[in-house]
């Protein structure tokens, strides 16, 4: 992924929900894409973005070994169901596997059953089942 992509990804992030400006998309991937813990991949035709996935290491706690997150996974509407997100989600494995990484996870919403179908076809399974809690604090 680089900045010329920004305003396609953020396009692709609202069919998702997320809306976020510009400044916020661009300050974000500031702020991770020169950082080695975290890997940005998109999947193109000519110019458009098709698809992207954020993976992101996470350290080894006293609980668990380190491992890698996929934060974000996202393909074009019109374009799922013909290998994109199976393409990309390989390339992360792979990224993940060349940082010595040898567990990938993943958390998807409950709503988001196509996406739990997408990731038990390609091996993923259900390892636990959480509620996230937020605090907005200033």
């Known amino acids: 992924m680089t900045s010329n992509d920004l ?9 998702l929900g997320y809306t976020s400006s510009m400044t916020d998309i661009t300050a ?4 991770i894409s020169n950082d080695p813990s975290y890997a940005l991949f998109v999947a193109k035709s000519e110019m458009d973005v098709l698809g992207f996935i954020q ?9 668990i070994d380190a491992r890698v997150d996929i934060a974000a996974l996202i393909v074009k509407e019109e374009c799922r169901g013909n290998g994109i997100g199976q393409k990309l989600l390989v390339h992360a494995e792979n990224w993940a596997k060349g940082q010595g990484i040898s567990i990938v ?13 997408f990731y038990m076809r390609e091996g993923y399974t259900i390892s636990k089942v959480s509620n996230i809690f937020s605090k907005k604090i200033s």
């Open 7 to 15: 305003s396609q990804v953020s396009a692709l992030a609202t069919q």
């Open 28 to 31: 974000r991937f500031d702020s």
């Open 55 to 63: 993976v992101n290491m996470e350290p080894v706690s006293i609980l």
């Open 105 to 117: 996870r993943v958390r998807s919403n409950t709503k988001r059953s196509d996406a739990h179908r």
